[in-house]
Nanobody, 115 residues
């Protein structure tokens, strides 16, 4: 059974940066894609970024040019580098890994952007 452990969330001032990590235990055989989602209080969950097994990336319009998704295959880890953070980026961020053997979610990590 694959488990995802996220880290890197916290409190940051507007304009600051954070890097989220999501490490997967177990085999990711048949990896299709890795994702980052976020959900702010009172709002629907939003897809923030995706990276496919082939390395193609895509982003929500609201984060393009500020966030970067990447992965290290040898570590079964996906990252989300977040720069120029804004108060509206405040949310719980969750990673998701979709593979041939299953669809796995992390527990979420809080990101708060506030002065």
């Amino acid at each position: 059974q694959v488990q995802l452990v996220e880290s890197g969330g916290g409190l940051v001032q507007p304009g600051g940066s954070l890097r989220l990590s999501c490490a997967a235990s177990g085999s990711l055989f048949g990896l299709v894609a890795m994702y980052w989602y976020r959900q702010a209080p009172g709002k629907q969950r939003e897809l923030v970024a995706v990276i496919t097994s082939g390395g193609t990336t895509d982003y929500a319009d609201s984060v393009k040019g500020r966030f970067t998704i990447s992965r290290v295959n040898a570590k079964n880890t996906v990252y989300l580098q977040m720069n120029s953070l804004k108060p509206e980026d405040t949310a719980v961020y969750s990673c998701r890994i979709y593979a041939a053997r299953g669809d796995y979610w992390g527990q979420g990590t809080q990101v708060t952007v506030s002065s």
